[in-house]
């Protein structure tokens, strides 16, 4: 698991943004 950064509370929408930012950005 994550360590918790206090912006977002949920991982799964950290690993999801970047997961899409990783899609755009090779």
Same mark, same amino acid.
């Given at each position: 698991?994550w360590? =918790?950064? %206090?912006?977002l509370?949920?991982?799964?929408?950290e &690993?999801?943004? &970047? *997961? &899409?930012? %990783?899609?755009? *950005? =090779?």
């Open positions: 698991m360590a =918790p950064d %206090g912006l509370s949920c991982d799964s929408l &690993i999801l943004l &970047i *997961v &899409i930012i %990783g899609d755009y *950005v =090779p």
